[in-house]
């Protein structure tokens, strides 16, 4: 048997990501962390996200703030989408005291299982104010339809 | 130096706002080097003229009303994990800030206040003749 190096509260955090997953896999937009993709092995935090429906998109809003765009990752393959990127405590090697830690750094990683019924190709991303929104625009057969009736 | 100053660590600390209103806290991170303290605040999704700082007498108060940016409709919605509303903080400064001269800037969702320390506190070597 091998020595494997142990990460301070890792377990714990992998206990939660599995207890999620049993859960997320039987509903829309859950997340499906794929066990080879060493992105989702090696983060730390997951930034909060709400996900809204509208008439012809899905749109998903992330909250990513303090966070450089050129430092955030997205992908879609095989019906899932991906969100990862980094967010460094601190380059300057400079004497400080730190009073109070309350917001997450390190690695971040998120990711969905689209709908079937959407267009992959035209999925847009916008970031304003360390806040992603994501446009998952919808097929054309499931957009509803308005069917007007005459009446006599 | 890398034990934390109790004394400033009382200071800095967060009070309580009684309220009935639901209040959020800004997630903040605050770090004291030699020449000045720093406090970063998560304002996500605010603009940046949303968000408000003032000093009263010793108070630091920061503060923004974040709004949805969408509406929810039929309950059409997947997953809701942020939160809307006011969100304001207040910090107590210790004593030996320099009010004058506080500078803060705003980019990407984060709120940097820089706190500079009075020149005359700042911690100097002195040498044995």
Same mark, same amino acid.
Request: net charge negative; aromatic share 8%; hydrophobic share 30%.
């Given at each position: 048997?091998?020595? %494997?190096?142990?990460?301070?509260? /890792? !377990? ?34 997951? @930034?909060? #996200? ?14 990513? @703030? ?66 992603? %929104? %994501? ?18 | ?18 309220? !009935? ?16 303290? /720093?406090?970063?605040?998560?304002? @996500?999704?605010?603009?940046?003229? /949303?968000?408000?700082?003032? %000093? *009263?007498?010793?108070?630091? =108060? ?11 409709? *039929? ?14 903080? #207040?910090? =107590? ?9 506080? #500078? ?5 969702? +984060? +709120? +940097?206040? #820089? ?15």
């Amino acid at each position: 048997m091998s020595i %494997i190096r142990w990460k301070t509260g /890792q !377990d714990l955090l992998n206990f939660e990501r599995e207890f999620k997953r049993l859960f997320d896999g039987v509903i829309p937009f859950g997340k499906t962390p794929n066990n080879d993709d060493s992105t989702y092995e090696n983060s730390v935090w997951s @930034p909060l #996200t709400d996900i809204v429906e509208e008439n012809n998109q899905y749109v998903l809003h992330m909250d990513l @703030p303090g966070i450089e765009k050129k430092d955030i990752k997205i992908s879609f393959s095989n019906g899932t989408l991906s969100i990862s990127g980094e967010r460094q405590l601190e380059n300057e090697t400079k004497e400080k005291n730190y009073h109070r830690i309350e917001r997450s750094y390190g690695k971040f990683f998120r990711s969905f299982d689209l709908p079937s019924t959407i267009k992959s190709e035209e999925i847009k991303a916008d970031f304003k104010n360390g806040q992603l %929104i %994501i446009s998952v625009p919808k097929a054309e057969e499931v957009k509803p339809k308005e069917i007007p009736i005459s009446v006599n | 130096m890398l034990a934390t100053n109790k004394s400033t660590e009382r200071n800095l600390t967060t009070h309580q706002t009684s309220s !009935d209103v639901r209040v959020f806290r800004p997630l903040t991170d605050i770090i004291e080097t030699e020449n000045d303290y /720093q406090i970063r605040s998560e304002f @996500p999704g605010v603009e940046k003229d /949303q968000v408000n700082i003032k %000093i *009263e007498k010793n108070q630091l =108060l920061i503060s923004a009303e974040r709004k949805a940016n969408y509406e929810i409709k *039929e309950e059409k919605y997947y997953r809701i994990e942020r939160s809307f509303g006011l969100f304001k903080r #207040t910090f =107590l400064l210790p004593e030996d800030s320099n009010l004058e001269l506080v #500078t803060a800037s705003f980019e990407n969702g +984060l +709120l +940097l206040v #820089t706190i500079p320390k009075k020149a005359e506190v700042k911690p100097r070597a002195i040498e044995i003749n």
